[in-house]
Every structure is written in structure tokens, then in C-alpha cells.
């Protein structure tokens, strides 16, 4: 079964701060797929990034970049120079090779302050 | 694009009553996931269809949940008789093989049932 365990809940930043996220993840399969997802206020998820298992290079988009890594079964979030309108919950998600069950963490709830 | 589209956006009804909640697919995805999401319990995966089949139903909750998808363009999903307990916001997401294709999920549709 997949497991994704976000620990923070809340977290307040000041605008312009970067805020990271963590994400700690549990699989048997060897090949799986992990995501973040962003909710705004307004309820809707949106697909942010997606990474592959067998893919290891940490990349940055924007003002987004992720930190992926296997032995520690971690896949970091973090948003550089927060603005108001990344104020939102991210969700980390796993899903397996052999299933398309998504697993979605709790979420950690970002509040950037003006 | 039109994206996944659900509706009702917003259900109230009293408890004992029968609740359908639609969806329509993003074309050309040929995977299609409901998700509940509650404050106690996160984003839970109820059900999901591959090319119209439902593949995995393991994550409704009862007998009085059912999911239909009779095309590739339209899925219900029906509670009957309701509770209170069913209050939630439930999503419907589409994707292209769903394992490793991000989901693209629709607003959602907020129940309450009193």
C-alpha cells in the first residue's frame, strides 16, 4: 500500500520568504510516480510537478523547485520567494507502477503573510 | 480546453434523500477517479474506471454508494439513500492512463446533507 505523510500542517511565511514543504513517502513498488497538487481558496486542485522514481535529477520551475530523494524516501516542495497567491494547501501524492490508486498526504497549509 | 466539469457545484439535501453527482471527463483521457474529500479523513480515491470499466471500487465506503460510467464522456456517481455523514466535497479527476498522467480534477461538488 502507498503512504505519503506530510507533517507539517500550517505554515505562516512572510511574503518574498521561501517556504519548503516536506513530504515522506512509503511504497513496495520499485517504479511509482510522485506529484504535488496545489488547492487554493477556491477549492479546485491543481497538478504542479510530477516526478518519476527511476528519476532522481532535482529540477526548479519558476519559482518552484523539488528536492527528490530515494534513500530517504523524500520528495521536498519548495517555493522560492512566496507571494500572497501561493497561499493555498499542497498535497503530496504517490502512485504505484502496477495501480493508479493516488495517494494523497494530509496537506500542509500555507499562509503567505503581506 | 474544457476541463473536467462536475455538477451540481453545491448539493444541500435532507438526509434519506438520493443524491447524483455527474461528471464529464476531460476528452481523450481514458481514466476517470472520484475523490472525497473531508476534513477528517483528506482526499480518500472511492473509485476509478479505465476505458469505462470500473477497476477499483475498493474505497466506497458503502453499499449506498454507487458509480456508473456508461461512456467515455459521462460518469454518475449516487448516494442512496444519503446521511449526514456524507457531507463532503467529492471530485471527480480525469487522466490519460493514470499512473503516471497527472489527474486534472474538476472543481468539485460540496454536499451537505442535513
Known amino acids: 500500500a502507498q503512504k505519503v505523510t506530510q507533517a507539517q500542517t500550517e505554515i505562516s511565511v512572510v511574503e518574498k520568504e521561501d517556504v519548503t514543504l516536506d513530504c515522506v513517502y512509503e511504497?513496495?513498488?520499485?517504479?511509482?510516480?510522485l506529484f504535488w497538487y496545489k488547492q487554493p481558496p477556491s477549492g479546485e486542485l491543481v497538478f504542479l510537478i510530477r516526478?518519476?522514481?527511476?528519476?532522481?535529477q532535482n529540477e526548479i520551475s519558476g519559482r518552484y523547485s523539488w528536492n527528490f530523494q530515494k534513500s530517504t524516501s523524500s520528495f521536498n516542495f519548495t517555493i522560492t520567494a512566496s507571494q500572497v497567491v501561493d497561499s493555498a494547501v499542497y498535497f503530496c501524492?504517490?502512485?504505484?507502477?502496477?495501480?493508479?490508486?493516488?495517494?494523497f498526504g494530509k496537506g500542509n497549509q500555507v499562509v503567505v503573510i503581506p | 480546453d474544457a476541463g473536467v466539469i462536475q455538477s451540481p457545484r453545491h448539493e444541500v439535501t435532507e438526509m434519506g434523500q438520493e443524491v447524483t453527482l455527474r461528471c464529464k471527463p476531460i476528452?481523450?483521457?481514458?481514466?476517470l477517479f472520484w475523490y472525497r474529500q473531508t476534513m477528517m479523513r483528506g482526499l480518500e480515491l472511492l473509485i476509478y474506471?479505465?476505458?469505462?470499466?470500473?477497476?477499483?471500487d475498493s474505497g466506497m465506503p458503502e453499499d449506498r454508494f454507487s458509480a456508473k460510467m456508461p461512456n467515455a464522456s459521462f460518469s454518475t456517481l449516487k448516494i442512496q439513500p444519503s446521511e449526514p455523514r456524507d457531507s463532503a466535497v467529492y471530485f471527480c479527476?480525469?487522466?490519460?492512463?493514470?499512473?503516471?498522467?497527472?489527474?486534472?480534477f474538476g472543481n468539485g461538488t460540496r454536499l451537505t446533507v442535513t
Open positions: 479527476a480525469s487522466s490519460f492512463n493514470g499512473r503516471d498522467s497527472p489527474l486534472h
Open positions: 516526478r518519476n522514481s527511476f528519476d532522481e
Open positions: 511504497t513496495r513498488d520499485t517504479t511509482y510516480y
Open positions: 501524492a504517490l502512485s504505484g507502477y502496477g495501480n493508479n490508486r493516488l495517494a
Open positions: 476528452s481523450g483521457h481514458n481514466s
Open positions: 474506471f479505465n476505458n469505462n470499466v470500473p477497476i477499483d
